[in-house]
């Protein structure tokens, strides 16, 4: 019992604190791709710094949602952060959640982020509002569906149970359902976390913003805490398309030889897919933002027929 | 043995199915003669695969028409119909492309769902991607009726001659040979004839 | 003997359409020609006919020919039509000048079209069959746009691609069907051998039977002109010549009609005959509304004779749902049908011919204008509203009796209904174009010309039928039933 709580918290912690740096990597390579040396790897935790100690400067038409909005979106980040199996497939995670309570949680901070831009009343907040809820319609079923169709080939909606068993029995990962849930998964994973083709994080062009336009109003500590959750809100989408979809490595133990290999595994894994989030950004454009619904639509038949394809042929 | 070749033949037909859902997806004639000619190679593969593994000596000679006949052939005339039109612009459709990718989800777990008695009856072992075929079938069906432009329709319907094949391939290794070349004799023709009408609608609407 | 009888019954059009295809030189000799090959078919199909009316044998050659009471009816109905096709189309049409390049390509089209459908009733193989009606399409599609107008050629398309989606369909259905087939381990060498098939039947699973005929249904179906997928049918039939579609109207819906007969014998030994029934029963009944219902509101003769086809297929497609009795019902007024529906296209023809224009409006004063063709053409239409003394009034009269006998009181009233409704539609719209005032710069008066003399033995037979059915004719067409309903 102790070391399970353990176990969560340590998992939890390492995703907190890794976070930026996977910001600040994916950030290095696509700069080293588009051939500029590029910022440090921890130059986002130099930024958060920064931030964290510059004085607010808050709107006279902000309410109290403005100000509880930034403890709520890091709260369910973090919330759903220590649900997520990042080292150890091995832990008992019906008693802090499972897939929806995961998906619910993240929806939770989308929510109270959109109220936040729409708060203080600026017309940029409210655009960022309103487009970030459409795509956010979009993407939400499409990650339940997608990780549903784990569970239904294993038979439980637990995530370290999902992991597990594809751990122990590799077949279910041929096959066209595996295939399709990740690629839906990964569509979505780029909606969820506002990157190219759906929203440039990097725009200062305010028309074209779709997360940023919502914290356009935040500053100081508050705008650093919603940069800290949104940097682990990627890592963690990271870390669950990695270790869902492709656990290999996790540690299905507690001996620290396992614990260590699984570290060292999900570093690897972070690191490809921040690579390959990289290499995306680069070569494609920003989609105009009514194909936007259409891409997700893709990702949300791709994930049906994911599901289709599990439920039937068991 | 059985379980790879099962597990080979389903990955192959929901890629076909996949590539299906392309001409929902992009707006560009050129991408949908691309995603057909791409789906028909894969069904040759799919028939070649069949062939060997099913033992099905005469499959290989169907799977060679195919390549040549929808893999080469077919395209080719197309490629030609497009050329001949004067546009390069979006093609829009009777119904806008998210609804459209939506009913395609829809009427892939109707497949499933309608296919179930099909598949319980079968003991072969590509028995697993018989449903998918079904689906095919719906969608391209979905593609003709809902696509306004020539070539999409054409290519709806070309399609739909595949997940019949398909749907031959996987549920019987294959209907009899003389059907098959009539089969192929019907595809070819119909296409010819298509690109005959279709040039006398550019005619006759040219103004 | 019997190889004989296939070839002189299968050859003739298929040479007529190669003649025609090599001859480029001299379009109008090749189809004078033409019109002296087809009636060898029509006697061979006669022969074949007379033979199983006396209660011979099936006409059996090699493994994929085999002719039997049902083939044999429709062959001489193929034959018959085409026959009057051929005769009066463009080449031998001396009213109508035609281009050189377009009588070729009709001779060429309309000989092959002939020959598919013999070949789709002839042959034992389903999958043949399939192939055969799929190349009817074909061959038909480039025949419609003969003019070159832009409504043909939109009317060409869209029959193209509807049918061709429709067959597709239906070979939807045939695979199901071959799959299961293949699951009773019978050799596969005689799949789709309908009478393979039909012994095998009984094996069948009962949900991939039902599943195989509902795409059958709708497949060929489609290429029927059932409900819901007529929609190509109005267009196709109104915008193509007049013999073609005299042929398309009067015998390619029969043919479709046909194939779904024989799956259904097939299904029916598999699942019994209620769930066909009552499939055919929804279809046929939704037919019949499309079909009357339009009826009202139709400004083009051609249009209005379109929807009474579509009319008259939901009428047999009823019958055949209704039993033994209904369903010698539907195949004699698939024989009326063909017969009185193909002389009314070749009058339609020659009325647009005079008038110039194809709507009611414009073709007042017919009576006044061109007698013979006006009578016959009333007589055409009376026999299609279902007047006495044509067969079409029996049949329907049957068809009523067999939908009362059955057990289907309602539906029975409404289709009396639907059946006047339609009765009075084109009554009226025959009444305009009978009486008036004919539009100025229209040449009156005619001649009893070769073509009023032939096209009124179609409506002098159907008439004659009406009274009473001749013996060989009667049996042919209860072998009929028995082949449909064993």
Redesign the interface.
Known sequence: MMRDALVIGVQTVLLIVIAPAIVGYVRLMKARLQGRRGAAVVQPYRELRKTFRKGMVIADSASWIFHLAPFVIVGATVAAASLAPVISAAQPADLLGDLFVLAALLMLGTFFLALGGLDPGTAFGGMGSSREMTVAALTEPTIAIAVLTLALTTGSTSLGAIAGTVLKTP?YA???GH??AFAAFLIALIAETGRLPVDNPSTHLELTMIHEAMILEYSGPYLALIEWAAAVRLTLLLTLAANLFLPWGMATSLAPVALVAALLAIVVKLAILGLLLALLETRVAKLRLFRV??L???S???A??AA??S???K | MEAAFSRITMTAASAMLLLSLVVLWRRHAGAYITAFRTQSITLAVTGAIVAFYGTAPELFFVSFMILVVKGWIVPSVLSAMDAKRRSGRELHPLLNTETSLLVCGALAVAAYEISRPLAEVMNLATRGGLPIALALVFVSLFIVVSRRDVIAQIVGFLMLENGIALLALLGAYGVPLIVELGVFLDVLLGVLVMQAVVYQIHDTSAD | MDLILVLALLMPPLAAGVLALVLRRVPRRVAWLNVLTIPISLVAAGAIAVRLATGGASIVVGQLWRIDALSGLLAVLIASVAALAVALGPGTDREHHWRDADVRTFRIYVNLFAFTMLVAVSTVNLGLMWVAIEATTVTSALLIPLQRTKASVEASWKYLLIGSVGIALAFTGTVVAYVDFATTGVDINVALDFTAMREAATAFHPQVARLAFVFLLVGFGTKAGLAPTHTWLPEAHSEAPSPLSAMMSGVLLAVALYAVMRWKTIIDLAVGSAFSDSLLLIVGTATLAVGSLSLLSQTHFKRLLAFSSIEHMGLACLGLALGPLGTFAALLHLTGHALVKSATFLLSGRVLHRFGSGTISATRGLLATAPHTAVLFAAGIFALGGLPPFSLFVSEILIVKAGWAAGHPLLTTAVLILLLIAFGSLLVQLHRMLFGEAPSGITQGERATGAVLLLSVPVVVVAWLGVSIPAPLQMLLSNAVLVVRP
């Open positions: 077949a041929i096959g066209p295939a399709l619904p259409e997700l639509a893709l949300f038949t791709l049906l027929l289709a394809s439920f039937f042929t």
